[in-house]
């Protein structure tokens, strides 16, 4: 098994990955809810299927703009993700709109408005898409390209500020032959690769948007396209729909290669080569880390790994298209859960593919991984709170979380185990004024297992230290050369009595001998006093050596480990 570390948390999108309210300052407008959203993300390593888990992430409802549920039925597009940023976006064909997810889960509409679909360039909502089908992100400069499917125009948007451009427009003669589908760009962000209908591929060299149309041949159309290198060499890796095969278009010589299934026969056998059998493969990514192939595999609703000499193996779904009856809130073996519409998928940084389905799931193999960063952003005098950075996506594999901490007296505690949504912060509270507290460690767990943090450091709360109240005296016993002072054990609020300091007033001079064990020394006042430190469990004490008719006073004062507190009343 390939260890990866873990990144990712992450998204969703049902019926549509988009209802919003906007306001005049901004360029996206936040989605809203009422019908469930899936978008999967999968850690994908070289592991035996049944050690992959599915838990999921996001589930909300959404509704269009003026308040009518969408359909129950949704047709997503691609979907690229962010290798720095970690947001993910989604071309939602049924209903116009790009859309941005966060890596904590936050949606919003980048460009277009839910169910118009026409085309016009413009900024955020006010620009209008009509069936946004293939994507493709320059993450250097910031740009995603998509096909617009329904005008037959490759346009693009900043994304520094939502704004659309048209690159090139095409003619829409017939449904299918002409229209662009999936898309992809290389690494170097100079050639943009657009698949047709119509088994031709029309490569955009970048910026100059110099078009050149290459035959791919007539054994099936194209859907999903990726780059990736073949053997040594610029290929494109192409899904090819009703034509339930896998192939690669040899960018060099031109040549294709079918690397899985058969023409036109729909199956869902596993195998190698012809042997394996897709039904409708959709979409294709390459995991950047172990250079395998999965594909959306649309109608047998599963997840399908195809290694580089054309071994297929199920690594995620049941066959079976019917939503689970309820969230998984708790991780389940990834073969057993469902993926009722399963479109399109990208792998993110760190070996996470990113699934557009009816739900939002996260499937993982390892633990979490370790945060980046873990700190204090806060102190009151009860109170420390803290954050951590996750990374890209990790929030979506942790189950929960727990922290331990320990207190200057030797205390540890331990809060229960707890879970977050859409945040990275816990804020300790019940702590006392001037109290250190240090051995403060984050842990992070899922089905797999458990990683941890340590903050490194100890934490001072604000405020003085509290000490304990004032003894009183309950009582004297007295002989001619004694006296027995008995007192109660006194309110010590957060550290324990380490020991009480019993006083003896002498009076003006500050000659006097004090008593046998005592020492000697001087009030605020310059008169004379003697003390003697007692042990914590001692609420009695009898002086001797005392002068017979001679006045003294007494006074008691508990000490915790801090400080000494208030004297008791002679």
């Not at 906007?22 to 809203?32: D, H, Q, T, V």
């Not at 998509?146 to 095409?170: E, K, Q």
């Not at 060099?252 to 190698?272: C, K, M, V």
Request: glycine share 8%; with cysteine; net charge neutral.
């Amino acid at each position: 098994m390939i260890g990866l570390q873990p990144f990712l948390s992450f998204l969703s999108m049902y019926l549509t990955c988009c209802s919003a309210r906007s306001s005049p300052s901004s360029k996206m407008a936040r989605l809203s809810a009422t019908a469930t959203i899936m978008i999967a993300m999968i850690f994908m390593v070289m592991c035996a299927p049944s050690s992959y888990f599915a838990q999921t992430l996001y589930a909300d409802s959404i509704n269009t703009l003026d308040g009518t549920n969408v359909r129950n039925q949704v047709n997503f597009g691609q979907v690229v993700v962010h290798p720095v940023t970690g947001f993910v976006y989604v071309a939602d064909q049924a209903q116009h709109v790009i859309c941005s997810i966060s890596p904590l889960g936050d949606m919003d509409i980048l460009v277009g408005s839910p169910g118009v679909g026409v085309k016009l360039d413009g900024q955020g909502t006010d620009a209008r898409l009509f069936q946004p089908r293939g994507m493709a992100l320059n993450s250097v400069a910031n740009i995603i390209y998509w096909s617009d499917f329904g005008s037959c125009t490759i346009r693009f948007v900043f994304l520094s500020n939502a704004t659309t451009n048209s690159l090139y427009a095409g003619t829409c003669t017939g449904f299918t032959p002409y229209r662009p589908q999936g898309m992809t760009i290389n690494p170097t962000y100079t050639s943009l690769y657009v698949t047709l209908g119509s088994n031709t591929l029309n490569t955009f060299a970048l910026p100059s948007f110099v078009r050149t149309v290459k035959s791919t041949g007539s054994e099936s159309s194209f859907f999903g396209a990726t780059w990736l290198l073949y053997g040594g060499n610029p290929h494109l890796l192409l899904s090819t729909g009703s034509g339930c095969q896998i192939r690669l278009y040899n960018i060099a010589d031109e040549s294709i290669t079918t690397l899985a299934g058969r023409n036109g026969i729909q199956g869902t056998t596993d195998g190698t080569g012809t042997n394996a059998l897709f039904n409708r493969p959709y979409d294709i990514a390459v995991d950047p880390l172990s250079g395998d192939y999965f594909v959306a595999d649309t109608n047998n609703y599963e997840v399908r790994r195809v290694t580089s000499t054309g071994v297929v193996t199920t690594v995620a779904g049941t066959g079976l298209n019917t939503p689970p009856s309820t969230s998984l809130i708790n991780a389940v073996p990834a073969l057993t859960t469902t993926f009722p519409t399963l479109y399109t998928l990208a792998f993110a940084p760190g070996g996470y593919l990113v699934v557009v389905d009816s739900d939002i799931k996260v499937l993982y193999t390892t633990a979490p991984r370790v945060p980046a960063s873990f700190s204090v952003t806060g102190v009151t005098e009860t109170s420390i709170s803290l954050a951590w950075d996750e990374g890209i996506y990790i929030h979506a594999v942790t189950d929960n979380y727990t922290l331990t901490y320990a207190s200057m007296t030797g205390q540890s505690f331990s809060i229960a185990p707890f879970t977050l949504d859409h945040t990275t912060t816990y804020t300790l509270t019940g702590l006392y004024p001037g109290f250190n507290y240090s051995n403060i460690v984050l842990y992070l767990t899922n089905k797999v297992g458990t990683v941890s943090i340590s903050l490194g450091q100890t934490v001072r709360t604000l405020g003085n230290t509290p000490t304990p109240e004032a003894p009183v005296i309950l009582s004297g016993t007295v002989t001619d050369f004694t006296i027995s002072v008995t007192w109660n054990v006194p309110v010590s609020l957060a550290l324990p009595i380490t020991s009480y300091t019993l006083y003896v007033g002498m009076g003006a001079s500050s000659t006097v001998t004090p008593p046998g064990g005592f020492s000697q020394g001087v009030d605020v006042n310059g008169n004379a006093i003697a003390f003697i430190v007692l042990s914590a469990s001692t609420t009695s004490y009898t002086v001797t050596g005392l002068t017979p008719m001679t006045p003294y006073r007494f006074f008691v004062a508990a000490s915790n480990m801090m400080a000494m507190g208030t004297l008791s009343r002679a």
